[in-house]
């Protein structure tokens, strides 16, 4: 770091900050909310309160700061605009400007293979293309370059909902106006093809309006459900009248689902030298204090499923995944109740500081609503199913650009994160009803209640304590007249 802030921390004099402590932390204040639209959302405050995870204004974030001082340890502002490997000037500001160049060069450190490299793979050699697209101007008068450019239209179709006719109309209009020398795409199409090299696309998969069954595979091409025969498009007057095809327009589904394939967002971990480094953490990286459980594969479930499959074990590159869900509202709660489930997949072969960063948690599947989606979840996650199978079965050919070689690159499910409600969806287990607990089932000592109409768990603790303890016989601390007892819990 080029600056020295152990002013952060050194400041302050008998409970209160000195006048260089209050001037720099003045100057810090203002550094986080020349962020664009930092004064309208608010920032993370780094106070030894908030700790970086609630966000305030820029009053409340003074009144912490001087208050509670610095949370431990934050000499890198990664969260207010400052990158790892640099510290900017307290008097930056942060334009809004395109960076698409910039992120895709630090991605990848721009290594693109050379001759005495072994081939990279097809999707590999896409995406470093991509790369010397970023660095190429539109014409030769101008610096922005055509990706930055076309990233910048798309995006300008999305928020304005434009149809592709009226974006190809308009993509007319801007090449009028450009020279004759100009590389910007002509069309959508070509538009498309260009950010397509990304490899990051997604599926829209139409679903049963009920949640019974996915219209893929086998059955694309059908318009009904198989198990309650609900149509799979939405009826109109118009397409029941026309009897011809020509005329009829495009059917919309009652529900889609959205699929993000998590297979070339893998294999782009390996596309980056120094990411492609760092995936192998789990099985190189140093330990200071072995005894110390600081990453999952220092767990008892890591080192069995290594001693279960060994030759698995042997590659450091294949990849241990977690699956995390869970439910929430885009809408106000003003509206109409709506329920919309994400899917999230982590990979755990990055170091602890890397495992859970936002950027390392690929969102995989968008489950739509209205109502959450039950016992019939395992019929959305059929496409991660089948690439998680695949990954376990046979693998795909990746290139690694820390070794320079491709290798096949295997993954399968290490275990899933969370709350109560969604474990009973994802492992299938009711969490209701007598048997709700899925390691004690009907071990505990929950009882009915008969006005409630539902199963109680109160007073289900005296029997997890000691055999000699004086509260199992209690008549009236707990339930009156109710002595707890159970011997093989506590064994």
């Known amino acids: 770091m080029s600056e020295d802030r152990r002013w952060m921390y050194e400041g302050w004099n008998n409970g209160k900050p000195n006048i260089n402590w209050v001037r720099k932390t003045y100057d810090f204040v203002n550094r986080a909310f020349s962020i664009p639209n930092a004064e309208r959302d608010g920032v993370l405050c780094p106070c030894l309160k908030c700790a970086n995870y609630k966000k305030q204004n820029k009053r409340e974030m003074s009144i912490h700061l001087f208050k509670n001082g610095f949370m431990p340890r934050y000499l890198v502002w990664i969260e207010h605009g400052e990158r790892v490997n640099e510290s900017p000037a307290l008097d930056e500001t942060f334009p809004e400007i395109d960076h698409w160049d910039e992120m895709l060069t ?26 010397k697209a970023s660095k190429e101007p539109v014409h030769k008068e101008t610096t922005m370059s055509i990706l930055s450019a076309v990233t910048h239209l798309m995006s300008f179709k999305t928020q304005h909902n434009m149809s592709i006719s009226a974006y190809d109309t308009f993509l007319m209009f801007v090449h009028d106006l450009l020279p004759k020398d100009s590389k910007l795409p002509a069309t959508f199409s070509e538009s498309k093809k260009l950010l397509s090299s990304l490899g990051m696309p997604y599926e829209k998969i139409d679903a049963c309006v009920n949640g019974c069954m996915l219209f893929r595979k086998e059955n694309k091409d059908k318009s009904i459900c198989d198990y309650c025969n609900e149509p799979r498009y939405v009826q109109t007057n118009s397409q029941e009248n026309s009897k011809d095809s020509e005329t009829r327009s495009r059917p919309i589904a009652r529900k889609v689902l959205r699929y993000l394939p998590i297979i070339p967002r893998i294999q782009r971990l390996y596309l980056a030298e120094e990411s492609a480094k760092q995936m192998r953490y789990h099985k190189e990286g140093h330990c200071e204090n072995p005894e110390l459980l600081v990453h999952p594969s220092d767990g008892e479930a890591w080192k069995s499923f290594d001693r279960a499959y060994p030759r698995f074990a042997e590659e450091p590159r294949n990849v241990h995944l977690g699956l995390c869900t869970d439910g929430f509202t885009p809408f106000s709660f003003g509206t109409a109740p709506y329920s919309c489930w994400p899917v999230f997949v982590t990979p755990y072969n990055l170091p602890p500081g890397m495992c859970m960063k936002k950027e390392n948690i690929f969102l995989s599947l968008v489950i739509p609503g209205p109502e959450h989606p039950g016992k019939n979840l395992d019929v959305y996650m059929q496409p991660l199913y089948d690439d998680l199978q695949k990954l376990w079965d046979e693998g795909v050919v990746t290139y690694d650009s820390y070794t320079k070689k491709t290798f096949r690159l295997k993954s399968y499910y290490f275990w899933s994160l969370s709350d109560f409600p969604a474990l009973g969806m994802v492992s299938g287990h009711s969490t209701h009803g007598k048997f709700a607990c899925p390691v004690c ?20 603790h005296r029997q997890f304590l000691p055999a000699e303890h004086a509260f199992h016989r209690s008549l009236k601390g707990f339930r009156k007249n109710k002595q707890i007892f159970n011997p093989l819990l506590l064994a």
């Open 106 to 131: 630090d991605m990848v450190n721009f290594h693109q293979p050379s001759v005495e490299d072994e081939a990279a793979t097809a999707a590999a050699n896409n995406f470093y293309e991509l790369l």
């Open 441 to 460: 089932l009907g071990g505990l000592s929950a009882f009915w209640l008969t006005n409630g109409t539902k199963y109680c768990w109160f007073d289900c």
